[in-house]
T-cell receptor
Framework: GAGVSQSPRYKVAKRGQDVALRCDPI?????LFWYQQALGQGPEFLTY????????KSGLPSDRFFAERPEGSVSTLKIQRTQQEDSAVYLC?????????????FGNGTRLTVT | AQKITQTQPGMFVQEKEAVTLDCTYD???????LFWYKQPSSGEMIFLIY??????QNATEGRYSLNFQKARKSANLVISASQLGDSAMYFC???????????????FGQGTILTVHP
């Protein structure tokens, strides 16, 4: 497909389990972003890659959160020892360039529920 | 740090009427981009319109226009001839330019829920 693809669409994890969320950006897009969105709220920035380089990880809420993009395309967001407060929709987005005029294109998100 | 403020948690409009969704922003950068996104109940985030900080004309895309007042740091979205399918959450967002410490980062406001009545 031509859009940003995220998997799984839904994930239920027991508290304490590790999870991995995958993002396949639009082909050729160099910038990749992860956001966390709580119900009824705006997306909150987590981290940002330019190709394989992680330029900003200031939004990661704790050291349990880790993101990688080893070959500059697919990215994985990993959450270790999940907690109930991690329950949210995790959105991935990509853009063609870093320029201010380049819009971000979003995937449909992964809804994580921690029980 | 960037900040986006949307002061209207919810707005109602009659079908075929126009509606304005407010957005103010705070930045010390000279170069930045302003975006509006629509998020229907299905959850996807849809890009609507873009305005650059150096653009002198207000952006328009079909029924969407952006009322950009740089001195007041506001970037309100105007939707003309509202349709039932416009009912959704709307987010204002700002992308930081090359002069900023977080070049390329997109920051969102809290959103406004728009309900279009028949």
């Amino acid at each position: 497909g031509a859009g940003v693809s995220q998997s799984p669409r839904y994930k239920v994890a027991k508290r304490g389990q590790d999870v991995a969320l995958r993002c396949d950006p639009i082909s050729g897009h160099v910038s990749l972003f992860w956001y966390q969105q709580a119900l009824g709220q705006g997306p909150e920035f987590l981290t940002y890659f330019q190709n394989e380089a992680q330029l900003d990880k200031s939004g990661l809420p704790s050291d349990r959160f880790f993101a990688e993009r080893p070959e500059g395309s697919v990215s994985t967001l990993k959450i270790q020892r999940t907690q109930q407060e991690d329950s949210a929709v995790y959105l991935c987005a990509s853009s063609g360039t870093r320029a201010v005029s380049s819009p971000l294109h979003f995937g449909n998100g992964t809804r994580l529920t921690v029980t | 740090a960037q900040k986006i403020t949307q002061t209207q948690p919810g707005m109602f409009v009659q079908e075929k009427e126009a509606v304005t969704l407010d957005c103010t922003y705070d930045t010390s950068d000279q170069s930045y981009g302003l975006f509006w996104y629509k998020q229907p109940s299905s959850g996807e985030m849809i890009f609507l319109i873009y305005q650059g900080s150096y653009d002198e004309q207000n952006a328009t895309e079909g029924r969407y226009s952006l009322n950009f007042q740089k001195a007041r740091k506001s970037a309100n979205l105007v939707i003309s001839a509202s349709q039932l399918g416009d009912s959704a959450m709307y987010f204002c967002a700002m992308r930081e330019g090359a002069g900023g410490t977080s070049y390329g980062k997109l920051t969102f406001g809290q959103g406004t829920i728009l309900t279009v009545h028949p």
